[in-house]
């Protein structure tokens, strides 16, 4: 399996704050790299697929980097509501797996 | 708006088999794939398996022995068994879409549902 890691764990950050967050698989995954924001009680929501494609609908300031084994996630001016945790998943192979996430908070 | 819902049995003794259904809405089951992803608590997410709309399965080699996932194009269903249960089965379930087998995202989820282990 492809294992998934994620740095940090958590952070603390403050509304307008530039947040980045990383993502390394265990192996080459090409861009096939998922970025999702989760809250608790909603349904998980896409922001970036293929490492730093914007699913419709997200926010531009949010962006995503990376090929191989090592990607980013980048919230460019961070707002209220998006104090939540940030998950990466790698669709490159079954199964897929998924980073422990990165629980972003005030 | 393609709308997922899961929907079971928030209580499962141990032993037993876990059964969930997750119901579509707001666009078709078929030509896309489907998949059921846990969260155990305090931990990360795992993917369990897909099934196509045609009925075509892969699944999570973790589980594999235990899992069945099928669907119900009539009803614009799918759902998961899993059998012989244990307390580390205990997670919130969530379906999801996707579009391919593999290289795609997971762009569409349910909310989820919490389904204990226990006696």
């Known amino acids: 399996d492809i294992q998934m890691t994620q740095s940090p764990s958590s952070l603390s950050a403050s509304v307008g704050d530039r947040v980045t967050i990383t993502c390394r698989a265990s192996q080459s995954i090409s861009i096939y790299l998922n970025w999702y924001q989760m809250k608790p009680g909603k349904a998980p929501r896409l922001l970036i697929y293929a490492a730093s494609s914007l699913q419709s609908g997200v926010p531009s300031r949010f962006s995503g980097s990376g090929s191989g084994t090592n990607f980013t996630l980048t919230i460019s001016s961070l707002q209220p509501e998006d104090f939540a945790t940030y998950c990466c998943q790698q669709s490159y192979s079954t199964p897929f797996t998924f980073g422990p996430g990165t629980k972003v908070d005030i | 708006q393609v709308q997922l819902q899961e929907s079971g049995p928030g209580l499962v003794k141990p032993s037993e088999t876990l059964s969930l259904i997750c119901t579509v809405s707001?666009?078709?089951?078929?030509?896309?794939?489907w998949s059921w992803i846990r969260q155990p608590p305090g931990k990360g997410l795992e993917w369990i398996g897909y099934i196509f709309y045609s009925g075509s399965t892969n699944y999570n080699p973790s589980l594999k022995s235990r899992v069945t996932i099928s669907v119900d194009t009539s009803k614009n269903q799918f759902s998961l068994k899993l059998s012989s249960v244990t307390a580390a089965d205990t997670a919130l379930y969530y379906c999801?879409?996707?579009?391919?087998?593999?290289?795609?995202?997971?762009?569409?989820w349910g909310q989820g549902t919490l389904v204990t282990v226990s006696s």
């Open positions: 707001g666009g078709s089951i078929r030509s896309y794939y």
């Open positions: 999801a879409r996707h579009i391919s087998a593999s290289g795609i995202p997971f762009d569409y």
